[in-house]
């Protein structure tokens, strides 16, 4: 059996096109032929031409690898190694049904499960046990959520983390392969969650006087309510179809009772308790229901096209937080707007500080009393004797 130890070049960083440099750093991999059945080894797919990455860069630990691997192959063809283990895609069919079973939701889990299933198709990766430490950090690598100013990163990668520990508590797998935070920090995901900046009160006219019909009802409907799009386009809408159209935790609809609207959130099942204008209730209830039929990809495509159309730089979520800010910034008591928009009265403040007028008005006689404190007078002026 023949070994061919060879440089796959990283064009952004290295010139050369010697695929044998002995000395460039750019990774190495091994190509050989086998003869033998196509099978499975040590979690990968074993075709007639394979091509796999050393995981080194180094010229003389390739070599020494490559020895090594020629001799676990030769074992395999004699027998004596059993191919054994769970596969990815067995072990993720099964945490989707534990997760199921418990109600524990699987939009995010499918997703990312999608993903790593991807990533090992490319790969020729096939048993679970041969996703490494360095082949999943690897594949974080690649995930396209935001990190620094977003925490979409660590939430994503939270779940498919969960996978891992729970395949190793199934016994599939010796440990997880991602390394703990809390003991090796340099494999934490790192973010700082950007200032919420709410879209302005002319922002948001614009965007109404945009939208035309449904839509603007639901961007309305938003506005009015500071409901997230997959709970405000459940308004008036059945379990059963909400099922039809595929929209996560069908069971979580808003209840309408005449201008009231209450519920749990589908995000986080936490309760919410909101008004709605009553010209906005009649308008309502001629559309029928469901008052929004469709998936919310469909609907969410919708209300970015009016938002871009109007010019205005934010998504659906801004009417959140626009009608979160106004009812604060009228003096709408915290703990008051954490009931009407399903929320903790802590999530609020540390969210939306600048906006609780209790607060600023709290800081405002806080800095008037410092200010006489000092000799000055309640503007902070020097007194004139």
């Not at 939430?155 to 599939?172: C, L, N, P, Q």
């Amino acid at each position: 059996m023949a070994f061919t130890v060879w440089r796959r070049h990283n064009r952004d960083v290295c010139d050369s096109t010697n695929r044998y440099e002995p000395r460039c750093g750019c990774p190495l991999h091994v190509q050989f032929v086998w003869k033998g059945a196509p099978g499975v080894f040590e979690g990968k797919k074993l075709t007639y031409q394979n091509k796999w990455s050393l995981e080194t860069r180094s010229w003389s630990e390739a070599q020494s690898k490559v020895k090594d691997l020629e001799k676990r192959l030769k074992d395999f063809a004699e027998g004596k190694v059993v191919p054994k283990g769970m596969t990815v895609e067995a072990a993720l069919h099964d945490w989707y049904e534990f997760r199921e079973q418990n109600e524990m939701g699987n939009t995010k889990a499918k997703l990312m499960g999608g993903k790593l299933e991807e990533y090992c198709e490319k790969n020729n990766i096939l048993l679970l046990t041969a996703l490494t430490t360095d082949r999943v950090i690897k594949w974080r690598m690649t995930l396209p959520f935001r990190s620094g100013d977003s925490s979409s990163l660590s939430i994503h990668w939270s779940v498919i983390s969960g996978f891992f520990s729970w395949a190793a508590e199934m016994g599939y797998i010796e440990k997880s392969p991602i390394p703990n935070p809390k003991t090796n920090p340099q494999f934490r995901i790192r973010y700082v969650k950007a200032e919420v900046k709410p879209p302005t009160k002319k922002q948001v006219e614009k965007i109404l006087a945009t939208a035309t019909g449904q839509v603007r009802l639901l961007c309305q409907l938003m506005r009015e309510t500071a409901m997230a799009l997959v709970d405000a386009m459940k308004y008036a809408m059945s379990q059963e179809d909400a099922e039809k159209y595929g929209l996560s935790k069908p069971e979580r609809r808003p209840v309408v009772q005449g201008k009231v609207i209450r519920g749990n959130r589908t995000k986080t099942n936490e309760r919410f308790r909101v008004r709605i204008s009553e010209s906005l209730a009649k308008q309502l209830e001629a559309l029928g229901e469901p008052a929004f039929p469709g998936t919310y990809t469909q609907w969410r495509e919708r209300v970015n096209k009016v938002i871009k159309d109007a010019g205005v730089k934010t998504t659906p979520h801004g009417f959140r937080h626009y009608r979160i800010t106004e009812w604060l910034s009228a003096g709408v008591y915290v703990d008051d707007v954490a009931d009407m928009v399903g929320t903790s009265s802590n999530e609020i403040r540390k969210t939306y500080r600048h906006w609780i007028k209790e607060a600023e008005d709290r800081l405002d006689e806080v800095q008037r009393e410092a200010w006489l404190k000092m000799g000055l007078d309640e503007n902070g002026n020097e007194i004139v004797h």
